[in-house]
């Protein structure tokens, strides 16, 4: 839960159990059926990303898009593809975050559960790899809901390039630095302050007075 400053939770520091959570997921691929929804999305996105000579860029759990938009007009010569499994979600961001200046991104009605297996399938070699302010799961018996500790985070190791997550909970990216440790990957949690937030979580937390937190990495799937 979030209250107007903090994280409420009954975890007070890096998850007991994340270790080995973490290695268990590294040793075994997430086998749980794609349903035809996701196959038909990834379909149409990978038609996208063939068609387009540049780089590619991923926002994981875009929201309304806001991120992605801001995100393509940093990097004119990508395909920037935000992911959300909410259609509602998605469906606001046609009539208050899309630009006729930014064109070079799309977003996408998935689940990252599904999208990430078929991107590393495909060969997807994104560049950067956004996920920002991900659902926190805040209690201690969710730690398998977060990034770090989803049966998925093998196949973010897998697709690579420069990942970047951010969380007003310092428990959170704490522990996703931990997990990259233990995957293999230096990677540290440190503070920061956005120049301009790029998200509506991001703005809010900004102007409620929340510390912001951070990890930035390069993962890569040790063989």
Not at 1 to 6: P, Q, R, Y
Not at 78 to 103: C, F, M, P
Not at 126 to 147: A, T, V
Request: proline share 6%; hydrophobic share 35%; glycine share 4%.
């Amino acid at each position: 839960m979030l209250d107007s400053k903090n994280i409420v939770s009954n975890q007070q520091d890096i998850h007991e159990s994340l270790e080995a959570v973490v290695r268990k997921h590294l040793l075994h691929r997430f086998r749980r059926p794609i349903p035809d929804y996701s196959l038909q999305a990834f379909e149409n996105a990978n038609e996208q990303v063939k068609q387009h000579a540049g780089p590619i860029i991923l926002d994981s759990f875009c929201g309304v898009g806001e991120s992605t938009k801001h995100i393509a007009a940093a990097h004119p010569d990508a395909l920037v593809i935000g992911i959300d499994k909410s259609s509602h979600r998605i469906n606001k961001h046609a009539e208050h975050y899309a630009s006729d200046q930014v064109t070079n991104y799309r977003l996408i009605r998935a689940d990252v559960d599904d999208f990430w297996r078929l991107a590393v399938a495909a060969n997807w070699k994104p560049i950067k790899h956004f996920l920002l302010y991900p659902n926190p799961w805040p209690k201690s018996s969710q730690l398998k809901r977060r990034c770090h500790g989803s049966p998925v985070f093998r196949d973010l190791l897998a697709l690579g390039g420069r990942v970047e997550i951010r969380s007003n909970w310092p428990i959170y990216i704490r522990e996703f630095a931990q997990a990259m440790t233990i995957a293999g990957t230096n990677a540290s949690a440190e503070p920061f302050h956005p120049e301009q937030a790029i998200t509506p979580f991001e703005r809010k937390y900004s102007q409620s007075g929340h510390q912001l937190w951070h990890c930035v990495c390069s993962p890569h799937l040790a063989n």
